[in-house]
């Protein structure tokens, strides 16, 4: 059974671009939610998507934003970049909502330069 | 606002040693508490998790604890390894929107 997938495993922009991030969740499991690992704040939530709705969400600026689609897979797109976003992107997926069994993807290393 | 703390921040201990790492959480409504561990650069693997009705839980060398009174958890390593060398990091599942929320975990250096 593949485990969770994200897409690319790292990336590198520009101060101002945007970026797009996948995340393909376990077969099976219809829940994702997607954190930041920073050296300085650690891992935070960002938000958590169930039957492509929007289900939580963390105290991140507009710039992040997110889906889900038909299929559970889902992106988090993050607008006008600045250097503090740079971080490791972290996806985990979940059978449902609120399910206690959570496997994390390996994760995107975004720099911003 | 739940807060999650671990100490210590860094660990060192020679090979064989059993050792305990501590995590510590202010509000005790919480869903579960999961350890995890990552490795330089990787993502997160699940280690045990505990639901908030027990007490703890056991996986070969590991064995987790959980006191939601006290606010309090500990996993303690059996044996230690060159191997177990990594981040571990402690998360509670908020029990109103079952996100986690992490401490800043622990960085282990097992010495062969």
């Known amino acids: 059974k593949a485990g969770v997938t994200q897409t690319p495993r790292y990336l590198i922009k520009t101060r101002g671009q945007q970026v797009t991030l996948s995340c393909s969740p376990i077969s099976g499991h219809r829940s994702v939610s997607w954190y930041q690992q920073t050296p300085g704040q650690g891992l935070q939530f960002l938000f958590e998507y169930f039957s492509e709705t929007q289900r939580n969400k963390g105290n991140f600026p507009g710039r992040f934003s997110g889906r889900q689609f038909s299929n559970s897979r889902s992106e988090m797109n993050v607008s006008t970049l600045e250097l503090g976003d740079s971080a490791l992107y972290l996806c985990a997926s979940s059978p449902s909502l609120g399910e206690s069994t959570t496997f994390f993807g390996q994760g995107t290393r975004l720099t911003v330069v | 606002k739940q807060e999650v703390t671990q100490i210590p921040a860094a660990l060192s201990v020679p090979e064989g040693e059993n050792l305990v790492l501590n995590c510590s959480f202010t509000d005790s409504a919480i869903y579960n508490l999961q350890w995890f561990r990552q490795d330089p650069g990787k993502g997160l693997t699940s280690l045990l998790l505990?639901?908030?009705?027990?007490r703890e839980q056991t996986s070969g060398r590991l064995n987790a604890s959980l006191d939601k009174s006290s606010g309090r958890s500990t996993l303690y390593i059996a044996a230690s390894q060159p191997g177990d060398s990594a981040t571990y990091l402690c998360a509670v599942g908020d029990s109103g929107t079952y996100k986690y929320i992490f401490g800043t975990g622990t960085r282990l250096k097992v010495l062969a």
């Open positions: 505990i639901q908030s009705s027990q």
